[in-house]
């Protein structure tokens, strides 16, 4: 296939865009030139007034949370979660597969083409890696590995009754399992070595999901010091999570960080020493109020930093551009400097290939050799009127991008706006049917985890609420 006539960016030229063809062979991309003549029986695609990007990589992401939307305002963290898990708890294959397919088509319309899907619900990982199969949608399955629960790795909890403690020691055998079912680094599908949190795991869940990475020679992802809360609760049970996880050896060049709100300076320099990326949550963090991470404080230390969406029911949905733009301006807030400012090549490094990395694909990047993971967007929009810079425009001034043609490997996934990998319509009218019955049970889970919910309340604001700084970055 030969793309022609596009506005793409300028690798060599950071900052700018040019006119390209873009010829691509076998899922990769074969050649990008200012004019390529066509080959015999080619498939051509005229992209004039177009702009050709690689597709955006969501590098935190939780896909049982889409049907969740609009189900909370905000709270912080440890208090929300009491309602989420429960949510978590309602969802079977049926719902979690309707689950996935919302997400994979709110992310392809958004110019999104791969995801780091970190997965709480061991029992659903098939049924939702299946949906990534069937649509072509570049996903790496991130089963999370946890036995600890926040009622006893945060200080001031005390632990339920009614709570038994999971096991992991099933883990390792579901690995195999889902290793030999979805992992094809060579196609769309690979899996992750994923832990919840360090806290929420046990040094035997440590050292299964070491023995899982090394078995599999697995990418590793996990939060990280997330809210002031889990910090200080680090500091007091002398249990500090980089250590941890530099200890069990799951702390490398191929790991993903979500959030690293809170991050001391022996943290900070742990992380760069081990090439480890950062994924930078703004809008899930905002929206918990959970903090501020100090990007451009780690990005001087060598590290690199991807961004993530969340949940949809933490966040702000999946349209990237405006994960990015927050990141963005964010970091004006306080760094006085514009010298350190990042520039247009920086931000969007962090949706692409700082995410691409942190996933394990090869992709994020308009150049020989890279998966084709290619959207085009129409540059009609009153947002590039006039067009200077149709990237930077692009970050700080269109709403979204208006994704007219998308291809994941060289497979076309839409064209001319419309998804060729699913049926959309057939999509909403199935969850409009069940809309009733979920707002139900969204409902009675409510309820139902109120008083769990009221427990973690009142710690919250004995330890945390009112103390300020006192807790942060210790």
Same mark, same amino acid.
């Given at each position: 296939?030969?793309?022609?006539h596009?506005?793409t960016?300028?690798?060599?030229?950071?900052?700018?865009?040019?006119?390209?063809?873009?010829r691509?062979?076998?899922g990769?991309?074969?050649e990008v030139?200012?004019?390529?003549a066509p =080959?015999?029986?080619?498939?051509?695609f005229d992209a004039r007034g177009?702009?050709?990007?690689?597709g955006?990589?969501?590098?935190?992401?939780?896909?049982y949370?889409? /049907?969740?939307?609009?189900?909370?305002?905000?709270?912080p963290?440890? #208090?929300?979660s009491?309602?989420?898990i429960?949510l978590?708890?309602?969802?079977?294959n049926?719902?979690?597969?309707?689950?996935?397919y /919302?997400?994979?088509?709110?992310?392809l319309h958004a110019?999104?083409?791969?995801?780091?899907d970190?997965?709480?619900?061991a029992?659903?990982?098939?049924?939702i890696?299946?949906?990534?199969?069937?649509?072509g949608?570049?996903?790496?399955?991130?089963?999370?590995?946890?036995?600890?629960?926040?009622?006893?790795? %945060?200080?001031g909890? &005390?632990p339920?009754t009614? +709570?038994?403690p999971?096991? #992991?020691?099933?883990?390792a055998d579901?690995y195999?399992d889902?290793v030999g079912?979805?992992?094809?680094?060579?196609?769309?599908l690979?899996?992750?070595?994923a832990?919840n949190?360090?806290?929420?795991?046990s040094e035997?869940?440590?050292a #299964?999901a070491?023995?899982? &990475?090394?078995?599999?020679r697995l990418?590793v992802?996990?939060?990280?010091?997330?809210?002031r809360?889990?910090?200080?609760?680090?500091? =007091?049970a002398?249990?500090?999570?980089?250590?941890?996880?530099e200890?069990?050896?799951? %702390?490398t060049? &191929?790991?993903?960080?979500?959030?690293?709100v809170?991050l001391?300076?022996?943290?900070?320099?742990r992380?760069a020493?081990a090439g480890?990326t950062?994924i930078h949550?703004?809008?899930?963090? /905002?929206? /918990?109020g959970?903090?501020r991470?100090d990007?451009?404080?780690y990005r001087?230390h060598g590290?690199?930093a991807?961004?993530?969406?969340?949940?949809?029911n =933490?966040?702000?949905?999946?349209?990237?551009?405006?994960?990015?733009?927050?990141?963005?301006l964010?970091?004006?807030?306080?760094?006085?400097?514009? +010298?350190?400012?990042m520039?247009?090549?920086?931000?969007?490094?962090?949706?692409?290939?700082?995410?691409?990395r942190a996933?394990?694909?090869?992709?994020g990047?308009v150049?020989p050799g890279m998966c084709a993971?290619l959207?085009?967007?129409?540059?009609?929009a009153?947002?590039y009127?006039p =067009?200077?810079?149709?990237?930077l425009?692009?970050?700080?001034l269109?709403? +979204?991008?208006? #994704?007219?043609d998308?291809?994941?490997?060289g497979?076309?996934?839409?064209r001319?706006?419309k998804l060729?990998c699913?049926?959309?319509?057939a999509l909403?009218?199935e969850?409009?049917?069940?809309?009733?019955? %979920? !707002?139900?049970?969204?409902r009675?889970?409510k309820?139902?985890?109120?008083?769990?919910?009221? !427990?973690?309340?009142?710690?919250y604001?004995?330890q945390i609420?009112?103390?300020?700084?006192?807790?942060? &970055?210790?």
């Open positions: 296939m030969l793309i022609q596009c506005l960016p300028d690798n060599t030229q950071a900052d700018r865009c040019s006119k390209r063809d873009v691509v062979e076998n990769k991309i074969a030139a200012e004019l390529l =080959c015999p029986n080619e498939e051509t177009k702009l050709l990007l690689p955006m990589v969501n590098a935190h992401y939780h896909s949370s889409n /049907l969740w939307k609009g189900t909370a305002w905000g709270e963290l440890e #208090v929300w009491s309602d989420t429960g978590g708890g309602l969802m079977g049926e719902e979690a597969v309707l689950s996935a /919302l997400g994979i088509a709110e992310m110019g999104v083409t791969a995801c780091i970190h997965i709480p619900h029992d659903r990982v098939d049924a890696s299946g949906a990534y199969r069937q649509t949608f570049r996903a790496a399955i991130a089963p999370m590995i946890s036995d600890i629960g926040d009622d006893r790795a %945060l200080c909890m &005390r339920s009614d +709570r038994t999971s096991s #992991v020691q099933n883990m579901r195999d889902w079912r979805w992992h094809d680094p060579d196609g769309t690979q899996m992750l070595c832990l949190a360090p806290q929420r795991a035997q869940a440590l #299964v070491a023995d899982i &990475r090394d078995k599999y990418g992802h996990t939060h990280l010091l997330e809210t809360w889990q910090a200080a609760s680090a500091v =007091c002398g249990r500090d999570p980089v250590r941890l996880l200890a069990f050896g799951l %702390l060049d &191929r790991t993903g960080l979500a959030h690293c809170y001391n300076e022996d943290q900070v320099r992380i020493d480890s950062v949550i703004p809008t899930g963090n /905002l929206f /918990l959970s903090g991470a990007i451009a404080a001087e590290i690199a991807a961004i993530g969406s969340d949940g949809s =933490c966040a702000t949905g999946q349209n990237l551009l405006t994960v990015l733009r927050s990141a963005v964010l970091q004006r807030m306080t760094e006085p400097d514009a +010298r350190k400012w520039r247009v090549q920086d931000a969007w490094n962090m949706a692409t290939v700082n995410g691409a996933a394990g694909f090869n992709s990047a150049k993971d959207v085009l967007a129409d540059l009609s009153l947002a009127q =067009c200077y810079d149709p990237l425009q692009s970050i700080l269109a709403d +979204r991008l208006d #994704v007219t998308v291809w994941i490997g497979k076309a996934v839409m001319d706006r060729l699913m049926d959309e319509d909403k009218v969850i409009r049917k069940r809309t009733p019955e %979920l !707002r139900a049970s969204v009675r889970t309820e139902t985890v109120l008083p769990e919910k009221k !427990r973690f309340e009142t710690a604001y004995e609420a009112g103390k300020g700084e006192e807790h942060e &970055r210790d």
